[in-house]
């Protein structure tokens, strides 16, 4: 019964904005963020704390073998960044820690581990995974892949806000130095460079802001079932099921009397409804469901139905609730939209 939710990867190079987006989109989806940078520059601080030598794969991989990573949210929607049960979240977001993370990075003991690590994490699926490799080496699978880029004198002027904002000194010129060199060294080495996933969208996002940026991806979710067929190299039967997994995925539930936001929507047919509820879910009660349409393809912006639940949220496990709905249809029109999106998609298989 447990519905895995989908996992969308983040890749770019250095300030191109993926830590505000891919935290935006986390929120918007109600998934977890994976911050990826983080673990390399904790594992930076680490070994430069014990003085390793690089080189000395022994002395290294008994470092990595004590290391214990943890992220976890914090009140801001940033995520606090703990390193043996010490708090090193500031500690690590210096531009220096950024080239110590980038030479780290390049190991491939310490790829080893992390990408095991972040793996383990994705398992469950619901997250939004930023990083370098995400789409292309640690989650080749996830459905939704971004690349945001941004050109280099932008990105610079972005860290030198972002640190300023901080109170801490920035320097344009060596900040932007420091952003090429780091790009370069990430991109041409050889275990998982950066660079987009082969099906990964690219976005530039030197000139929009982040909610535009936001809203955009959104957009593109939304319209992965729309992938061509052919395109996708999927056999029909394939291209179905996939869009049937991955249709509308991040489409909001409200609880229309109360405006409780109660999930998001995993699957819709005029007969039901599944959603990953965030709120506690009765049996058998009717609810009044209300829910926004993915633009472009409606004219209707917002959908809103009866449905009674047919199992409790608290049947099933208390942190990934998946809870079904019979719809009863009271209003014609809308069950027509939900025909023609099953008619359109085909998940009525
Ligand atoms: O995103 P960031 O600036 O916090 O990342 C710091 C460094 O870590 C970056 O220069 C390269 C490395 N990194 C990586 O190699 N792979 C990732 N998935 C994330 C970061």
Same mark, same amino acid.
């Given at each position: 019964?447990?519905?895995?939710?989908?996992?969308?990867?983040?890749?770019?190079?250095?300030?191109?904005? #993926?830590?505000?987006?891919? +935290?935006?989109?986390? =929120? *918007?989806?109600? $998934?977890?963020?994976?911050?990826?940078? =983080?673990?390399? +520059? @904790?594992?930076?601080? @680490?070994?430069? /704390?014990?003085?390793?030598?690089?080189?000395?794969?022994?002395?290294?991989?008994? @470092?990595?073998?004590?290391?214990?990573?943890?992220?976890?949210?914090?009140?801001?929607?940033?995520?606090?960044?703990?390193?043996?049960?010490?708090?090193?979240?500031? =500690?690590?977001?210096?531009?220096?820690?950024? %080239?110590?993370?980038?030479?780290?990075?390049?190991?491939? !003991?310490?790829?080893?581990?992390?990408?095991?690590?972040?793996?383990?994490?994705?398992?469950?699926?619901?997250?939004?995974?930023?990083?370098?490799? %995400?789409?292309?080496?640690?989650?080749?699978?996830?459905?939704?892949? $971004?690349? !945001?880029?941004?050109?280099?004198?932008? *990105?610079?002027?972005?860290?030198?806000?972002?640190? /300023?904002?901080?109170?801490?000194?920035?320097?344009?010129?060596?900040?932007?130095?420091?952003?090429?060199?780091?790009?370069?060294?990430?991109?041409?080495?050889?275990?998982?460079?950066?660079k987009p996933a082969a099906d990964a969208i690219i976005v530039d996002s030197s000139a929009m802001g982040p909610e535009a940026v936001v809203a955009f991806m959104l957009r593109q979710m939304g319209k992965a079932q729309a992938l061509?067929?052919?395109?996708?190299?999927?056999?029909?039967?394939?291209?179905? @099921?996939?869009?049937?997994?991955?249709?509308?995925?991040?489409?909001?539930v409200y609880d229309d009397a109360t405006g409780t936001l109660l999930g998001h929507l995993v699957d819709i047919t005029t007969e039901g409804v599944k959603l990953v509820s965030k709120a506690p879910i009765e049996k058998n009660r009717v609810y009044r469901l209300r829910m926004q349409l993915p633009e472009d393809y409606f004219d209707e912006k917002?959908?809103? $139905?009866?449905?009674?639940?047919?199992?409790?949220? &608290?049947?099933?496990?208390?942190?990934?609730?998946?809870?079904?709905? /019979?719809?009863?249809?009271?209003?014609?029109?809308? #069950? &027509?939209?939900?025909?023609?999106?099953?008619?359109? $998609?085909?998940?009525?298989?």
């Amino acid at each position: 019964m447990a519905v895995k939710l989908p996992i969308v990867t983040i890749d770019g190079p250095s300030g191109a904005g #993926k830590s505000t987006i891919s +935290r935006m989109v986390a =929120a *918007r989806l109600h $998934f977890t963020y994976l911050d990826t940078g =983080a673990m390399y +520059r @904790a594992v930076g601080l @680490a070994v430069e /704390r014990q003085g390793i030598d690089l080189a000395d794969s022994v002395a290294l991989k008994r @470092a990595l073998d004590t290391i214990r990573i943890e992220l976890l949210p914090n009140e801001h929607d940033d995520v606090r960044v703990i390193l043996n049960g010490e708090d090193i979240s500031a =500690a690590i977001r210096t531009p220096a820690m950024g %080239m110590v993370a980038s030479r780290v990075s390049a190991l491939p !003991l310490v790829r080893e581990k992390l990408t095991e690590l972040q793996r383990g994490i994705g398992s469950r699926g619901g997250i939004v995974a930023e990083g370098r490799d %995400m789409g292309t080496v640690v989650f080749p699978d996830a459905p939704f892949k $971004f690349y !945001l880029d941004a050109s280099p004198a932008e *990105r610079a002027r972005r860290r030198c806000d972002q640190l /300023r904002q901080k109170g801490q000194a920035a320097d344009y010129q060596e900040i932007l130095d420091q952003i090429v060199k780091r790009d370069y060294d990430d991109s041409k080495r050889t275990l998982a460079p950066l660079k987009p996933a082969a099906d990964a969208i690219i976005v530039d996002s030197s000139a929009m802001g982040p909610e535009a940026v936001v809203a955009f991806m959104l957009r593109q979710m939304g319209k992965a079932q729309a992938l061509d067929t052919e395109e996708n190299g999927m056999a029909e039967e394939e291209s179905r @099921a996939f869009k049937r997994r991955h249709l509308i995925y991040y489409l909001e539930v409200y609880d229309d009397a109360t405006g409780t936001l109660l999930g998001h929507l995993v699957d819709i047919t005029t007969e039901g409804v599944k959603l990953v509820s965030k709120a506690p879910i009765e049996k058998n009660r009717v609810y009044r469901l209300r829910m926004q349409l993915p633009e472009d393809y409606f004219d209707e912006k917002v959908l809103r $139905f009866e449905a009674t639940s047919l199992w409790s949220s &608290n049947d099933v496990n208390p942190d990934f609730y998946d809870t079904g709905f /019979r719809v009863t249809w009271k209003d014609k029109r809308a #069950k &027509n939209i939900v025909a023609g999106l099953v008619g359109q $998609f085909g998940f009525n298989d």
